[in-house]
């Protein structure tokens, strides 16, 4: 059974850090891209950020890029987020998501992932 689960969501102040990490179990996950989405109250899920199985290649949305970091342990099966400078407009909650398919090249399509997480809470007060 695969699980996909995220920690590290809270309540932070715009301007500081938050660091959500996605323990993966019951897949092989060395062979998967992952991607990390998020939806904001009464918005669609939006994409964040991807990284490939080997994690030599990322993309980001235009939002967030040159705020947030993807990376992975494949030795750990984690992938993190690491997200500096938060604004207000960054409240969501923050899923982690695996994608077969997508092994080689990350991508921003939300059907291509196969399995999803259960989601995890980051709240960015003004």
């Known amino acids: 059974q695969v699980q996909l689960v995220e920690s590290g969501g809270g309540l932070v102040q715009a301007g500081g850090s938050l660091r959500l990490a996605c323990a993966a179990s019951g897949l092989t996950f060395y062979i998967y891209g992952m991607g990390w989405f998020r939806q904001a109250p009464g918005k669609e899920r939006e994409f964040v950020s991807g990284?490939?199985?080997?994690?030599?290649?990322?993309v980001y949305a235009d939002s967030v890029k040159g705020r947030y970091t993807i990376s992975r342990d494949n030795t750990k099966n984690m992938v993190y987020l690491q997200m500096n400078s938060l604004k207000p407009e960054d409240t969501a909650v923050f899923y982690c998501?695996?994608?077969?398919?997508?092994?080689?090249?990350?991508?921003?399509?939300?059907?291509?992932?196969?399995?999803w997480g259960q989601g995890t809470q980051v709240t960015v007060s003004s």
């Open positions: 990284i490939s199985s080997s994690g030599d290649k990322t």
């Open positions: 998501a695996a994608s077969r398919n997508s092994w080689n090249t990350p991508t921003s399509h939300a059907s291509r992932y196969d399995y």
